[in-house]
C-alpha cells in the first residue's frame, strides 16, 4: 500500500513508519522541517516537507496514498490552541477530499467524546466531528490515554523541589499509553479493512496516581517519593513560571480539572477495549530513570 504519515519523525510517528516499511508498504512522511529529509530518506520513506497549514501542499502529498495517518503537531505559540487543532483538522479534512483518499486513520485522545472542559482535547474534539463529514471515507479514531512520556516533565521538579504534582490528587486513577503502543495499533488499523467512522481506544496500563509516583520514584532510587496536590492556581503559577505561555497553561490546568473530576476517563470505562498495549507502567519507569539519570 501507499501511505503517507504526518508527525514528522516523533515518538509516534517514526516507530510506525519503520513499521510499515518492513512489513512492505510505500511510506511518505510529512515534515515542515527541510532538515528531517535525509533522515526520513535512510529509514526508506520518501519525505514531503511542507506545512499543515497548506491545503495544496497537503492534497499533493495525500494524492494516491491508499491510507493517511494524521495527527495534529503541537504549536505552543498560538494564541487559541483548540482553534488551531480544529483549523488543522479542517485542512486535514480538505485536503483528503480533494485527494480521493478513502482511507484515514486519526490520532485522537481520551477524553475526545467531550465538547469543552478537557484543554487542548476539545480541539480532537473538533476534529473528530469535522472528519465525521468526510462523504465516503472510512475513518478511525485512535483515542489515546495520558502519554507516559509527559512523565518526563516532571524531571526538573523532582530534582528541584524533591516531588512530582499536578492539580488532582493522588488517588487519582490514570488510563495510561505509550507512544510505541500508539504505533502499534495504527499500524494495525492503517493494515485492516475497516468502513465508517469509527473509535479505537488505546491505553497500555491504569494506575493510581500513587503507584505511579512510587514505580518512579524506586526507579530512580527515590522510593519515597511523594506527590503534591496543586490548586488550579498554583498549578498555573507553575506553568507560567516554567515559560509556558498564559492561553497554552490555561489550558492544560483545565485538562488537570477534567482528570480530576474523572469526565475525561468516563467514555472510556464504558467503552474499554479487552486488550491494552505491551508497555507496562514498570517497563517505562526504566526509560524515566534512563532519562533521570542523565
Do not use: C
Not at 479493512?193 to 512510587?214: C, L, M, N, Q, W
Amino acid at each position: 500500500m501507499k501511505i503517507t504519515l504526518t508527525g514528522s519523525l516523533g515518538n509516534i510517528s517514526k516507530p510506525l513508519a519503520k513499521k510499515l516499511i518492513a512489513a512492505g508498504h510505500q511510506v511518505t512522511i510529512i515534515s515542515s522541517k527541510a532538515d528531517k529529509a535525509a533522515e526520513i530518506e535512510a529509514l526508506g520513506a520518501t519525505p514531503a516537507i511542507g506545512s499543515v497549514s497548506d491545503i495544496d501542499f497537503l492534497t499533493k502529498a495525500f494524492t494516491g496514498a491508499d491510507v493517511v495517518y494524521t495527527m495534529v503537531p503541537p504549536n505552543f505559540g498560538v494564541s487559541d490552541y483548540r482553534k488551531y487543532i480544529a483549523e488543522t483538522g479542517e485542512k486535514y479534512a480538505q485536503a483528503i477530499q480533494k485527494a480521493g483518499v478513502k482511507k484515514v486513520v486519526n490520532l485522537s485522545s481520551i477524553g475526545a467524546h467531550l465538547d469543552g472542559g478537557t484543554g487542548p482535547i476539545a480541539g480532537l474534539h473538533d476534529v473528530e466531528n469535522i472528519f465525521a463529514g468526510l462523504d465516503g471515507v472510512a475513518v478511525k479514531h485512535l483515542r489515546a490515554g495520558f502519554f507516559y512520556v509527559n512523565f518526563f516533565h516532571d524531571i526538573p521538579m523532582i530534582k528541584n523541589a524533591g516531588f512530582m504534582g499536578s492539580n488532582y490528587s493522588s488517588d487519582t486513577n490514570l488510563v495510561m499509553v505509550h507512544p510505541d503502543d500508539i504505533a502499534d495499533a495504527a499500524a494495525e488499523e492503517i493494515q485492516a479493512s475497516f468502513t465508517g467512522k469509527s473509535v479505537r481506544y488505546v491505553t497500555s496500563a491504569e494506575h493510581p496516581i500513587s503507584d505511579v509516583v512510587k514505580t518512579l520514584g524506586t526507579a530512580i532510587g527515590k522510593p519515597d517519593l511523594k506527590w503534591m496536590e496543586f490548586t488550579d492556581e498554583q498549578a498555573l503559577d507553575g506553568m507560567l513560571k516554567a515559560g509556558f505561555p498564559k492561553p497554552i497553561a490555561s489550558m492544560y490546568v483545565e485538562m488537570g480539572t477534567a482528570v480530576r473530576s474523572g469526565i475525561l476517563f468516563e467514555h472510556y470505562y464504558t467503552n474499554k477495549p479487552a486488550a491494552q498495549g505491551k508497555t507496562k507502567l514498570e517497563d517505562f519507569a526504566n526509560e524515566f530513570a534512563t532519562l533521570f539519570n542523565n
